[in-house]
């Protein structure tokens, strides 16, 4: 993208056709970039409590994680989840918490959802900079990567 923005700025005008060729990369490598990940996923069962701290309706609900990774995780919720919502997790093997963001929520089961929440602060959670894997979490079992995460 970088290099293609370099040519498509040089001092010496290109021809119409090979502006809009390099237009066109930028445009397809700005689609593809969208649509990468920050890092790898890991299938992992870490025992959570989620807490909305609304003064209008505060709860609390004891889950597990689905898929995590070093920038947040998914999980199964029966309480009402919306975009961008503000809520607190915290780990119950370990007692750390941490402000989490609601990035996307999908409709499961009658009642139920699943949602992606994301960090507000990266702090390494999970215990990735340990090991990601059997030294972070002894207790857990992993299954490979996510191919394309």
């Known amino acids: 993208m970088r290099e293609a923005t370099n040519i498509a ?24 970039h ?5 890092g790898p996923r890991v299938r992992a069962r870490i025992p959570i409590l989620v807490r909305c701290d609304a003064p209008e309706a505060p709860w609390e609900e004891k889950s597990e994680t689905h898929m995590l990774s070093a920038h947040g995780f998914s999980f199964l ?5 919306s975009k961008d919502q503000v809520l607190t997790c915290v780990r119950l093997d370990t007692g750390r918490r941490q402000k989490v963001r609601v990035a996307w929520v999908r409709a499961k089961e009658p009642g139920q959802s699943e949602a992606g929440l994301e960090f507000l602060a990266l702090d390494d959670f ?18 490979k990567p996510i191919a394309g995460s």
């Open 9 to 32: 700025c040089t001092a010496e005008p290109a021809g119409n056709l090979e502006r809009a060729q390099l237009l066109d990369v930028l445009l397809w490598a700005s689609d593809l």
């Open 77 to 81: 919720c029966w309480h009402e989840l």
């Open 126 to 143: 999970w215990g990735f900079e340990a090991g990601a894997g059997v030294a972070a979490f002894p207790s857990i079992s992993f299954v």
């Open 34 to 38: 969208k649509s990468l990940r920050r």
